[in-house]
Each structure stands twice: as C-alpha cells, then as structure tokens.
C-alpha cells in the first residue's frame, strides 16, 4: 500500500506542473499553424494590395507585373478627385447608403419587436416570407422597376434607389434582430411599464440599448450592400445626378476611346473601399457579437 503510494506521487506531481503550465500560459502554438496563418492572411490581402499597386502606377508602368510600383505616384488619384462626375458618386452613395441604413434600421427594429415579442398566429411564416425577399436576384426586378420609375419620374433619383435597396436590405435587418430581440428578458421591460414608462420608452430606453450589437451589426451589413450595389445603381440612374459609386467607376473612360484606365479605376476602388474597411475594423466587435447572438443559450 506505501509501495502504491509512493508511486503514485511523481504522477500527481506532474499532473500537478501540467495543470500549472496550462494555467499561466497555455500550450504552445504549433510552429505549422502560425504558417498557415500567415498564408491565409497574405492570400486575403494580396488582390487588394495589388489594386494599391497599380493605383500608384501611370504610363507605361501600368503594362508591367512588378510586386513594387517601379515610379509610384498619386497622380491617378489627384485625377479622381478632380473629376466632378467622381466626387458626385461619392456624394451620392454616402447619401442613398446612410439614408437606407437608418430607414432599415427603424422599420427593422419595429417589424423584428412585433414579431419576436407580439403573439402573432404565423410567425414563423410571416418571417420566412419576409426571408424569402431577400433571395430574389436583382436582376428580375431591374427591367420592371426601370419602367415603373420611369413613368412617376423616380428615375434617376436618390429615392429610386433608396427604395429597391431598403426592400432588399430590411429582410436580413429583421431575421438578425428578432433573434437578438428574443434574448432580451422580458422582465427588464415589465419593470420599465411598473415605473410608469409607456410600450415605446420601454423599448426606445431599454431594448435598443440592449440589442446594440444587433442593431450595429444589421446596420454595418445593410451599409456595405447600399454602398456596394451595383446593378440597380446602373440600371435606375442615367447620369451624375444620382449615379453612385460602383456606377461612376464603369463610365469612366481613357485619355483615347479604347484605352481602359487601370490606374484610375483601381484609385477609385481603394478610395470607396477604405470607409468599409475603417467600418468593419471599428466595430468588429459588435458585428461578431450581433452575429453570434442567440447561437448559445444559458
């Protein structure tokens, strides 16, 4: 029995030190997967540090496939914002994007409050219909819209594209919401109603606050397709007035008729890409903690 016991001890010692390594530090990260990190991360940022390249090339430059710009210069992007027909884009797209945004995030809030708290007869349906909008292309609703704007005279507006892009954008709004609205206890409302709150300070000062990050993240993602979209943006504007971005950059033209303007297109791409990569950075963590929202009870 002594003979076992004294056994034993060198085991529980070295449990014991393995318990303590893992505590203070952990175990160690192979060398291989820092590897395989390192790749991932260079294959992700390698297409847009390409566009970077050739944004900072002109001439002749733009024929070759150096890794570093050989005479790099801000010249392609001195020209963009010198184009009037440029900076009206960008006007354009900040304007119909937030705008979109903010209609998609109060419309949003409400539909996904009815549905996650009212007893409804069908909700499941009524959210899986309002699912099913967002899983239409575009392209089928472009032609009819084109016609259908044209005659009220919405063509060519910010309103004519601020609509299509809220229809588009409200169904993922409400699914990422109702799930973050189901996770708020009750509770925290009814004491706001005993304190003599009405239904809409409630949810104004209480629930909002509470679904942030939903409402960060549906907001974020909402963003980044107005401010992306591109096919409606073409199809349902004709000039400067009301084109956005992403359609500005296709009518941009060379110094001769078949000369493409690398340099330029690939200036502008890394000037509009820049808002939605400070975006994402600046609220990462919301949009992780919206996304992941309901995925784990208890």
Request: with cysteine; net charge positive; proline share 6%.
């Amino acid at each position: 029995m002594e003979a076992a016991t004294t056994a034993a001890r060198p085991e529980a010692a070295e449990r014991s030190r393995a318990r303590t390594k893992k505590a203070k530090g952990g175990p160690s990260t192979p060398w291989w997967m820092w590897v395989a990190v390192a790749a991932i991360v260079i294959f992700c940022l390698f297409p847009f540090y390409w566009l970077i390249n050739i944004s900072l090339k002109t001439g002749a430059d733009l024929q070759s496939s150096d890794i570093i710009p050989p005479h790099p210069t801000l010249a392609n992007y001195k020209a963009i914002f010198e184009n009037p027909d440029f900076t009206k884009a960008l006007r354009n797209s900040a304007v119909v994007a937030l705008t979109t945004t903010v209609l998609a995030l109060v419309v949003g809030s409400f539909c996904a409050y009815a549905l996650a708290r009212l007893k409804l007869r069908g909700k499941f349906w009524i959210l899986a219909l309002v699912l099913t909008i967002s899983t239409f292309p575009a392209i089928t609703v472009a032609a009819a819209l084109f016609k259908l704007w044209s005659d009220i005279g919405l063509f060519n507006t910010w309103s004519g594209l601020i609509i299509p892009y809220l229809t588009f954008a409200l169904p993922l709004g409400i699914y990422i919401l109702v799930s973050f609205f189901r996770e708020i206890p009750r509770d925290l409302e009814e004491a706001a109603l005993v304190d003599g709150a009405t239904h809409f300070q409630a949810f104004r000062k209480v629930v909002v606050p509470l679904a942030a990050p939903g409402l960060a993240t549906a907001g974020i993602l909402t963003f980044i397709g107005a401010w992306n979209e591109f096919l409606l943006a073409v199809t349902l504007t004709s000039t400067s007035k009301a084109r956005t971005v992403p359609a500005a950059i296709a009518f941009f033209t060379g110094a001769t008729e078949h000369e493409i303007p690398y340099g330029s297109i690939s200036a502008a791409s890394v000037v509009i890409s820049i808002p939605l990569i400070l975006l994402v950075l600046f609220f990462q963590k919301r949009i992780v903690a919206g996304l992941t929202a309901g995925a784990v009870k208890g």
